[in-house]
């Protein structure tokens, strides 16, 4: 594929994972219509996971296309989920699916952009043989360099400049590298420490009760302790039996952690629905689906996982 080959809307049969790095609004549509053509062509669907400011600067591009919107301010307010959305997408439509996900947009924080390019990263092997076409688009003129990096690393083609060139550095290990690279922050403000010493019953009430968690709706708090039970009854069964939850308030949300000593194999642990008669893989799944952000981190010395609740 060489660097002066127009991008053909995605039109190759296969997985094809493409990052769009776009500098205004007319490189903007002129790709992601020619994206949406060739679908039409092909009678297939498109799903458009968007902030609603791109799907507002689309209008008028979607043409005869079969195309649904889901926002993804709130689809992908946790990245974790969006494998789900992805292959329920597929599911639903059978054959070729295509899928436009602006994941990564101006005014997302740190810990939310880290886990998009996860997101990016593991889905080149989670959707490897499928027969879907998935187009992302960067706002280059507008997000830092940093991120733009990271897309060249997660996605195995660039389309620039009307263009579809090789990426320059896309790598099948950067899946484990990115914790690397987006290291979790440290915590801001005061926090709170509740090391797992008797049951976890007695764990959920103490947390239950920190001040922090107080903060929270009583129906947040109870996600947010229901979430902390989970992690550290995943911590009990798989680790060493012990574990330390810590809270903090990072300025948007009630953050807790849960660190313990075992390492997770999975690098898809919690991102795709478990079988209804799946004995593990239940908790970090429903972690997911509670919480508006979870950061994962798992290593031969551990486990770290950062969960992130806010009133809606």
Not at 35 to 46: G, K, N, W, Y
Not at 110 to 138: F, K, M, Q, W
Not at 182 to 211: C, I, K, N, T, Y
């Amino acid at each position: 594929m060489s660097s002066d080959t127009t991008s053909g809307g995605n039109s190759e049969a296969g997985f094809v994972h493409e990052a769009l790095m776009y500098r205004d609004e007319t490189e903007l549509r002129a790709a992601v219509a020619e994206f949406l053509a060739a679908a039409s062509a092909a009678h297939e669907p498109v799903l458009m996971a968007l902030p609603d400011a791109t799907w507002q600067r689309l209008q008028g591009s979607i043409g005869d296309a079969d195309a649904s919107f889901a926002d993804m301010e709130e689809v992908g307010r946790n990245p974790n989920c969006l494998l789900r959305m992805i292959e329920d997408w597929m599911t639903e439509h059978g054959g070729r699916a295509r899928v436009v996900s602006e994941a990564i947009f101006p005014g997302r924080s740190y810990p939310e952009t880290a886990e998009c390019l996860r997101h990016e990263a593991l889905l080149n092997g989670a959707l490897a043989g499928a027969d879907v076409a998935i187009l992302s688009p960067y706002d280059a003129a507008h997000l830092d360099s940093e991120i733009l990096a990271g897309a060249e690393m997660t996605h195995p083609t660039v389309l620039e400049g009307g263009r579809r060139r090789v990426s320059a550095s896309y790598d099948a290990t950067v899946p484990a590298r990115l914790g690397e690279a987006w290291p979790l922050q440290s915590p801001s403000g005061p926090v709170f420490e509740h090391p797992l010493a008797g049951s976890l019953h007695d764990l959920r009430h103490e947390v239950a009760d920190d001040p922090l968690v107080g903060e929270l709706s009583s129906e947040r708090r109870s996600d947010l302790v229901f979430a902390i039970n989970e992690a550290a009854t995943n911590a009990v069964r798989h680790g060493d039996g012990g574990c330390i939850t810590r809270i903090w308030h990072d300025g948007r949300s009630v953050v807790s952690e849960v660190s313990f000593e075992a390492s997770l194999d999975d690098p898809l642990a919690g991102r795709r629905r478990p079988d209804v008669d799946a004995i593990d893989g239940r908790g970090l799944w429903l972690i997911n689906q509670v919480c508006d952000l979870v950061e994962l981190r798992s290593s031969p010395s551990g486990t770290t996982l950062r969960m992130h609740v806010r009133d809606h």
